[in-house]
């Protein structure tokens, strides 16, 4: 459960498609969720699922177009449950076509990060034209290990 309920329970911002704004974006995901006060096994897997997303929406979604921007919303919902979105402003794609639970290369590189934000996360969810992904990591799973 979250602690510290005064703060707001919402996180906006907004980026231009460079791997190199992706550690800002971090640090200020961080500062918010730094405020409930949540163990640093949850705040150590958002950081990774975050730095995919963004990773991802930058190359393959934008193809590192600095002109191109890409919006992160996260917001806690009833308490127990972190949900973030990271919106690029690529045409998307078929994500029903696309293997994201695995990795699809031989030697396991292509799709690592979509393989890896699935494991982290308790559900995936595309809006229609694919340039909008939604994750949702519970509070509770991680602090019942932490």
């Known amino acids: 459960?979250?602690?510290?309920?005064?703060?707001?329970?919402?996180?906006?911002?907004?980026?231009?498609?460079s791997l190199t704004k992706i550690a800002n974006a971090l640090s200020e995901m961080s500062r918010f969720l730094e405020g409930f006060h949540l163990n640093e096994s949850f705040l150590a897997k958002s950081r990774v699922v975050l730095r995919e997303l963004l990773a991802n929406a930058i190359q393959h979604g934008n193809y590192s177009k600095v002109e191109q921007t890409i919006s992160i919303d996260a917001e806690f919902i009833e308490y127990h449950c972190l949900r973030i979105s990271v919106n690029d402003s690529g045409d998307g794609f078929d994500h029903r076509l696309y293997g994201l639970n695995k990795p699809i290369a031989a030697n396991g590189m292509k799709g690592r990060g979509s393989y890896l934000v699935r494991s982290l996360t308790d559900k995936m969810e595309f809006n229609q034209s694919g340039n909008c992904i939604t994750v949702y990591l519970s509070l509770s799973a991680i602090n019942d290990i932490g």
């Open 1 to 17: 459960m979250l602690k510290n309920l005064d703060q707001p329970k919402t996180f906006t911002m907004k980026i231009s498609s």
